[in-house]
């Protein structure tokens, strides 16, 4: 009941005051370095971990190892020193719990939930799996297989395809291009004591950080990490891991074709340079973003999809990283509507700048934040996630906090200023997926387009 009148609140623009606070949880510093976040939660009998491993992420490998991290991620779940993979997926099954690992740009995630008497069973195997993998061979070759043949199929699907020529273009030479399921090449050249070498110098406990949320407390908990990640030793080797470069500035606008011959429907992605985690402008970022193509009454959907029925949906939104963020809007339409999009897209990026945003729009930006963002915490793996992102950004306890507290005071000036800065304006990157032969006419008049056929090896 509560969410339906915050709900309705928001429809008729009245502003809310919704209280929130994310719980403080304890602290603990294992003797390897490892930190953990504990706060216990006894209202549900679950508990969910997170544990974040910095440089164990795609940004670690080299040009040439594309896919490493993401490939030695996979595997870390497919066999431990005293089990097999069968045994791993096995055991998770038995105990209805879950467990994954993978690999984004700055580091590795492990994540698992269980119920609360599963629980201990549930990080034993996490921790066995993680400090004793053992890389079998076999499986190594299944999964490598598996890679290529599904990075194959991506092309198949432009929803899919597009987002990863558009990293590629965007980021180009810069490490934040490596994609994490990898690319056909690099993966075919891969051994496995690539594989063993990457475990070896990026997985490791000093600085790592774990965040358990649930129904089990400090003095249980804490005999459990001694038990298992507790022995988590250094390793013998230098993490190697070379200082992130700068990401150059863009001279000029980039604008790419990739040609899908039997493709319905064109996809496109436009994007420019964002903000960094904690940016100062993110509340009005935020309020500006839910009104351009952040929701689903936004200028950008309501204009493409509700007026003029181009499509099913479209969006803008913002990924933000330590040092550089990222700002993307995407959406799709059939080939002969792909240049009316652009033209529409591009005429409100042109008004979002220019006239900017009226109080009562700015009022409906604000509650609807503030009505959707807490409930966003409530579950036990989102405080979890929380918790591991304050420490790693360094964003301060009070990070949630504050920012509502600025939700509240956004301005329509501020949310101009947030257009203004933020919006892709030129030099951008726009690529789109479709029938080059239906839609290369439409795009000539936004820019020179690079034709590439989507058959060629790679993104």
């Not at 370095?33 to 939660?41: A, N, R």
């Not at 509502?404 to 304006?425: D, G």
Request: glycine share 6%; hydrophobic share 40%.
């Amino acid at each position: 009941m509560k969410r339906a009148i915050i709900s309705i609140l928001i429809l008729i623009g009245v502003r809310t005051t919704v209280g929130f606070n994310l719980e403080t949880p304890e602290k603990i510093v294992l003797k390897n370095g490892l930190t953990i976040y504990h706060l216990q939660k006894s209202d549900v009998p679950l508990v969910s971990f997170r544990l974040l491993i910095p440089g164990a992420g795609t940004v670690a490998e080299s040009e040439q190892e594309e896919g490493l991290a993401g490939l030695t991620a996979e595997l870390i779940l497919k066999g431990s020193k005293n089990k097999n993979a069968q045994t791993v997926a096995e055991e998770l099954d038995f105990l209805g719990a879950s467990l994954s690992v993978s690999a984004a740009e700055e580091y590795a995630l492990m994540q698992g939930s269980a119920l609360m008497e599963n629980f201990a069973k549930l990080l034993r195997l996490a921790a066995e799996s993680l400090l004793q993998p053992a890389f079998d061979a076999e499986e190594f070759t299944k999964e490598r297989a598996r890679r290529i043949d599904y990075i194959k199929s991506l092309k198949d699907n432009p929803a899919q395809a597009v987002p990863l020529y558009f990293r590629k273009a965007y980021f180009q030479n810069h490490p934040f291009s490596h994609l994490s399921i990898g690319n056909e090449a690099a993966l075919v050249g891969f051994s496995r004591e690539q594989v063993l070498d990457f475990y070896r110098q990026q997985y490791r406990p000093d600085g790592a950080v774990m965040a358990v949320v649930g129904a089990i407390d400090r003095k249980a908990l804490l005999a459990l990490l001694q038990q298992t990640f507790g022995s988590w030793k250094q390793p013998t080797v230098e993490r190697k891991m070379a200082p992130l470069p700068k990401m150059a500035a863009r001279q000029q606008s980039l604008f790419l074709l990739i040609d899908k011959p039997d493709a319905t429907q064109a996809y496109f992605i436009l994007g420019a340079p964002g903000m960094a985690m904690g940016d100062p402008a993110t509340a009005p970022f935020n309020v500006m973003n839910t009104l351009f193509g952040g929701r689903f009454t936004s200028w950008l959907n309501d204009e493409l999809r509700v007026k003029r029925g181009l499509t099913y949906g479209a969006r803008s939104s913002m990924q933000s990283w330590a040092e550089l963020g990222l700002y993307t809007i995407s959406s799709y339409t059939r080939n002969d509507k792909i240049g009316e999009m652009l033209d529409i897209t591009f005429e409100l990026l042109n008004k979002a700048r220019t006239q900017g945003f009226s109080e009562l729009e700015i009022t409906s930006a604000r509650n609807y934040i503030m009505g959707q963002f807490p409930p966003s915490l409530e579950s036990l793996s989102a405080k979890a996630n929380a918790f591991t992102m304050i420490h790693f950004y360094q964003l301060g306890n009070d990070y949630y906090q504050r920012y509502l507290q600025q939700i509240e005071q956004v301005t329509m000036e501020q949310a101009r200023t947030a257009a203004q800065q933020f919006l892709p304006q030129e030099p951008f990157v726009l690529v789109v997926v479709g029938k080059a032969e239906e839609i290369r006419q439409q795009l000539a008049k936004f820019g020179s387009f690079i034709e590439r056929s989507i058959s060629e090896a790679g993104f």
